[in-house]
């Protein structure tokens, strides 16, 4: 056992905040790996040190592997926290931290190796009887991927296997349409990934993205933090999520998080990390979709309904200790719902907005998390995502904290840069969504029909 007492944040934005505020509490001595964008950002303000790790654009800083380990070393951190997006889902990052002595706060490098793989994590889900959709292996060219999509049924997705994050994905409703998808999604996960290997999946047009939480330890601990709805997306990106589902009634909730239990026990799993599955609402069947071995944009979500902080745990197991609950202590209080607050606009096809934000009040109103790095006179560069803000609400039912959401986005005062907030509160207004009666294209149909054109285009 080894508590970890400095910490390299190999990350940005909002995410390294939470980190930087998760090391405040628990003694833990924070260094900052930063850009040259981001040396004056809020979390480069916070972190106890800051050092510059290269240029703006990710290729040259976060995402080089040798040199976040230079940092890490030439600090004297003990330990890298990787956040999420960049070097999370690297194995090459937990390799180096084993190579030099440094502590990997996250899973282990051969978790991430199988549950990055698409097809091996589809081979570890059918390993323990959880089912998968039907699909098939590595798709090498055309002809290969015509015989499939005829087998499976259109429609299809073709998708990367080494990808995550909807990169990679695409979808083709009928045969003529197949050719030109597969050329695209090929060249996407080539770019995105550096592997342009596909493999393909029938297409559930009535479905729910239900995701479950779950955390491990060295000793063999595994424990669920129940389920999160994360439904409502664009592109495949998701833009809000909540907890619990409205499509999970308490004997589904005890089958999907039980499956997400069982791959993680048989892949020995250590430290936080979220089993995804689609769910046919028509013929209410649960099918593995992947894993992801980081925390996630959406850990807030799990936190506000448990009580449970997740980043200070992924501490405790990196250190060596064990889980600091069991299985029967977690409970799932209240409802909660968080909305992804973005520098883009809606009007404009979800055009990324960066630029000067010149005035940013966040709402303060009871039942409201807000997690952000942003400030008025922060400038929003243009080379990573334009996550601004994460608004979490929560509330002792669904419908108190869908309005207790509306309130906060109504105090929510961002100018100099385009938000979605207002497309938030459009969604929060619709009945279906108030009804829970969405699915994983309802996002794409709405804007359809609000802003005129066609998320396919």
């Known amino acids: 056992?080894?508590?970890?007492?400095?910490?390299?944040?190999?990350?940005?934005?909002?995410?390294?905040?939470?980190?930087?505020?998760?090391?405040?509490?628990?003694?833990?001595?924070?260094?900052?790996?930063?850009?040259?964008?981001?040396?004056?950002?809020?979390?480069?303000?916070?972190?106890?040190?800051?050092?510059?790790?290269?240029?703006?654009?990710?290729?040259?800083?976060?995402?080089?592997?040798?040199?976040?380990?230079?940092?890490?070393?030439?600090?004297?951190?003990?330990?890298?926290?990787?956040?999420?997006?960049?070097?999370?889902?690297?194995?090459?990052?937990?390799?180096?931290?084993?190579?030099?002595?440094?502590?990997?706060?996250?899973?282990?490098?051969?978790?991430?190796?199988?549950?990055?793989?698409?097809?091996?994590?589809?081979?570890?889900?059918?390993?323990?009887?959880?089912?998968v959709i039907p699909g098939s292996d590595l798709v090498g060219d055309h002809d290969k991927a015509m015989?499939?999509?005829?087998?499976?049924?259109?429609?299809?997705?073709?998708?990367?296997?080494?990808?995550?994050?909807?990169?990679?994905?695409?979808?083709?409703?009928?045969?003529?349409?197949?050719?030109?998808?597969?050329?695209?999604?090929?060249?996407?996960a080539r770019t995105a990934f550096g592997d342009e290997r596909l493999y393909m999946e029938h297409f559930v047009p009535n479905a729910r993205h239900i995701e479950v939480q779950i955390i491990g330890d060295a000793f063999g601990n595994i424990v669920h933090l129940f389920e999160r709805d994360c439904s409502l997306q664009r592109r495949y990106q998701k833009m809000l999520e909540e907890s619990p589902s409205t499509a999970v009634n308490a004997e589904l909730r005890e089958q999907i998080c039980r499956a997400a239990i069982d791959i993680a026990r048989h892949i020995g799993y250590e430290n936080a990390g979220t089993v995804e599955f689609i769910l046919d609402q028509d013929h209410s069947r649960f099918y593995f979709l992947e894993m992801n071995t980081r925390i996630q944009v959406e850990h807030p979500v799990t936190e506000m309904i448990t009580g449970v902080d997740l980043v200070k745990e992924q501490f405790r197991i990196s250190g060596g200790r064990p889980l600091s609950f069991t299985q029967e202590e977690i409970t799932l209080t209240g409802h909660a719902v968080e909305c992804r607050i973005n520098a883009e606009s809606p009007q404009r096809g979800f055009q990324p907005s960066p630029g000067r934000i010149m005035r940013w009040e966040t709402p303060q109103e009871t039942g409201i998390r807000v997690d952000s790095h942003c400030y008025a006179g922060y400038f929003v560069p243009p080379f990573y995502d334009s996550l601004l803000a994460k608004v979490i609400a929560v509330g002792d039912d669904r419908r108190q904290a869908i309005e207790r959401m509306q309130n906060g986005l109504n105090h929510f005062l961002a100018s100099g840069v385009d938000t979605n907030i207002a497309f938030h509160r459009l969604v929060l207004d619709k009945p279906d969504y108030r009804q829970g009666r969405v699915h994983t294209r309802w996002v794409e149909n709405l804007l359809a029909e609000e802003y005129e054109y066609n998320e396919n285009d």
């Open 1 to 131: 056992m080894k508590d970890i007492s400095r910490v390299l944040i190999a990350n940005r934005g909002e995410i390294a905040v939470r980190i930087i505020r998760a090391c405040r509490e628990m003694g833990i001595h924070s260094v900052l790996a930063a850009s040259e964008a981001d040396q004056d950002s809020l979390p480069a303000r916070m972190a106890d040190r800051t050092v510059c790790i290269g240029p703006a654009h990710p290729a040259g800083s976060y995402l080089k592997v040798e040199t976040i380990i230079a940092a890490a070393l030439g600090t004297g951190a003990d330990a890298i926290h990787p956040g999420y997006g960049f070097l999370a889902e690297q194995p090459s990052l937990p390799d180096a931290c084993a190579k030099y002595g440094l502590i990997f706060v996250g899973p282990k490098a051969e978790n991430i190796r199988k549950m990055g793989d698409k097809l091996v994590a589809r081979e570890m889900a059918g390993a323990v009887g959880i089912p």
């Open 147 to 188: 015989r499939i999509a005829e087998k499976i049924g259109y429609p299809v997705l073709l998708k990367a296997a080494a990808g995550g994050g909807g990169k990679g994905m695409k979808m083709a409703r009928e045969p003529r349409e197949l050719k030109t998808v597969f050329d695209e999604a090929s060249a996407e």
